[in-house]
């Protein structure tokens, strides 16, 4: 909020940090020379609007004389003149007395609307002067609902694009790594891809009656279009050539293979594979630089692999940590 009239900052009528509603008085600039102002304004007004009315009562007049051909026409037309003359300045009179008027009301300094107010920037008794550093009084921070500003990447933006962005919703993390309550909606989506980055800039609004979020804070925002089977597969399970993307497969023998699979994005440090796995199928996470097609493993569970490190137990050929669907 800043001043708008320059004066002396007389009353503040709020606590810092306290809930503000839209229209609830904020600050008080002191009222007494613009209120001079204004009463300076309204007689110059009546003065042009006295000699308007005279001017007006004298072409009248002058009319009928005319009429009467006892005056000339130049007389008349000097009538005229005078009286279009009056007629325009009784329009500045009245717009100085509009902004005589206007500045009498930025005395009152009132919340533009609902939020949290921040710390008090001039104290009472303070010079304030618009346009200048003296002109910033406070700030008040919109808190519920809240937006939250991020960005995808041009093939993420685009299967949000293959849906109706409208059932789209964001659910956001926090920076403890708690999931935050309630999803948001998205209220803007970018026209321009960023050249350097690449990526679309978006906005969700979300409820923040509790104060949960904090305006300025660093949160993970996942945006969910819809629901669709698939398996996931650790990242590093996936291999990827000029062919395709790959993931070994332990069959019943425990022998491993190469697969092709279709991938879609990511899940957390998983890929999502569309195409070419079957429930059941079991497949290696570990040691994959060792592989060969027909190499026969020492299957573990994915659980057993992790807690007890790399690699896998020994076997008749090269191993393989291997684990099982997910």
Same mark, same amino acid.
């Given at each position: 909020?800043?001043?708008?009239?320059?004066?002396?900052?007389?009353?503040?009528?709020?606590?810092?940090?306290?809930?503000?509603?839209?229209?609830?008085?904020?600050?008080?600039?002191?009222?007494?020379?613009?209120?001079?102002?204004?009463?300076?304004?309204?007689?110059?007004?009546?003065? +042009?609007?006295?000699?308007?009315?005279?001017?007006?009562?004298?072409?009248?007049?002058?009319?009928? %004389?005319?009429?009467?051909?006892?005056?000339?026409?130049?007389?008349?037309?000097?009538?005229?003149?005078?009286?279009?003359?009056?007629?325009?300045?009784?329009?500045?009179?009245?717009?100085? +007395?509009?902004?005589?008027?206007?500045?009498?009301?930025?005395?009152?300094?009132?919340?533009?609307?609902?939020?949290?107010?921040?710390?008090?920037?001039?104290?009472?008794?303070?010079?304030?002067?618009?346009?200048?550093?003296?002109?910033?009084?406070?700030? %008040?921070?919109?808190?519920?609902?809240?937006?939250?500003?991020?960005?995808?990447?041009?093939?993420?933006?685009?299967?949000?694009?293959?849906?109706?962005?409208? &059932?789209?919703?964001?659910?956001?993390?926090?920076?403890?790594?708690?999931?935050?309550?309630?999803?948001?909606?998205?209220?803007?989506?970018?026209?321009?891809?960023?050249?350097?980055?690449?990526? &679309?800039?978006?906005?969700?609004?979300?409820?923040?009656?509790?104060?949960?979020?904090?305006?300025?804070?660093?949160?993970?925002?996942? +945006?969910?279009?819809?629901?669709?089977?698939?398996?996931?597969?650790?990242?590093?399970?996936?291999?990827?050539?000029?062919?395709?993307?790959?993931?070994? &497969?332990?069959?019943?023998?425990?022998?491993?293979?190469?697969?092709?699979?279709?991938?879609?994005?990511?899940?957390?440090?998983?890929?999502?594979?569309?195409?070419?796995?079957?429930?059941?199928?079991?497949?290696?996470?570990?040691?994959?630089?060792?592989?060969?097609?027909?190499?026969?493993?020492?299957?573990?569970?994915?659980?057993?692999?992790?807690?007890?490190?790399?690699?896998?137990?020994?076997?008749?050929?090269?191993?393989?940590?291997?684990?099982?669907?997910?």
């Amino acid at each position: 909020m800043r001043a708008r009239v320059a004066g002396i900052l007389e009353k503040q009528l709020f606590r810092e940090g306290e809930p503000i509603r839209a229209g609830a008085p904020m600050y008080r600039i002191e009222r007494a020379p613009f209120e001079i102002a204004l009463a300076q304004a309204r007689a110059a007004l009546a003065e +042009v609007q006295a000699r308007a009315d005279r001017a007006q009562l004298e072409a009248t007049r002058l009319q009928k %004389l005319l009429a009467e051909r006892a005056i000339s026409q130049r007389e008349y037309d000097d009538a005229l003149s005078s009286r279009q003359q009056t007629q325009a300045g009784l329009l500045i009179a009245g717009a100085a +007395v509009r902004q005589a008027e206007l500045n009498l009301s930025y005395t009152a300094v009132d919340a533009p609307i609902s939020g949290i107010a921040g710390r008090a920037l001039r104290s009472e008794g303070s010079l304030v002067t618009p346009g200048g550093d003296s002109a910033l009084l406070a700030t %008040l921070t919109r808190t519920d609902p809240i937006w939250v500003r991020f960005a995808l990447s041009e093939s993420e933006y685009a299967q949000l694009r293959s849906v109706d962005e409208r &059932v789209a919703k964001v659910a956001l993390t926090l920076p403890d790594g708690k999931r935050h309550e309630g999803a948001g909606r998205l209220n803007f989506t970018g026209s321009t891809v960023d050249p350097k980055l690449g990526t &679309v800039q978006l906005r969700a609004e979300f409820a923040n009656p509790s104060l949960a979020l904090l305006p300025g804070q660093y949160l993970k925002a996942r +945006v969910e279009i819809g629901e669709r089977e698939a398996f996931v597969v650790p990242q590093t399970a996936v291999l990827q050539t000029d062919r395709g993307r790959f993931v070994w &497969v332990v069959d019943a023998s425990n022998q491993a293979n190469l697969r092709p699979v279709e991938t879609g994005g990511w899940v957390g440090r998983d890929w999502v594979v569309h195409k070419g796995l079957q429930a059941g199928d079991r497949v290696a996470i570990d040691n994959l630089l060792r592989l060969r097609p027909g190499a026969t493993v020492q299957p573990k569970p994915q659980a057993e692999a992790q807690a007890g490190g790399a690699g896998a137990g020994p076997g008749t050929g090269p191993g393989a940590g291997a684990g099982g669907p997910r």
